[in-house]
């Protein structure tokens, strides 16, 4: 069965000088202001699209290899994962790299980094952002 998740925007005034509104209106767990200063130079406490992108493909990523793990018959006892989406002015986003520490204990290191790249490739945020390069550096701890 599908599921939807929703989320709005209210934008005001142009592009360069306007801000806008981005509500989660799935969860109700907030609403963030969005500018293109937060998307081109510095935050400054407001987020852009491409923080938006990094946070779901590092927590899409987090889950699918959860679930690998899981399918190997592995537990990890934590997973940290974190995302960089590059934006280029002018051109857009030309990509996602992102940065998995993990305690998986009976995992070799081989097999870690087979299902990281499994879980890189079958994550379906990863799928959706196929038209961009997708880079990882995996570690697995002790």
Known sequence: MATVRSAHTVWNGDLFNGKGDVTLDSSGLGTYDVTWKARAEEANGKTSPEELIAAAH????????????????????????SADVTFVPGTGITGSHLKVTAVVPGLTAEQFDEIAESAKTGCPVSQALTGIDITMDATLES
């Open 58 to 81: 590092s927590a899409c990523f987090s889950m699918a290899f959860s679930n690998a793990l899981a399918e190997a018959g592995k537990t990890a006892e934590r997973i940290e994962t």
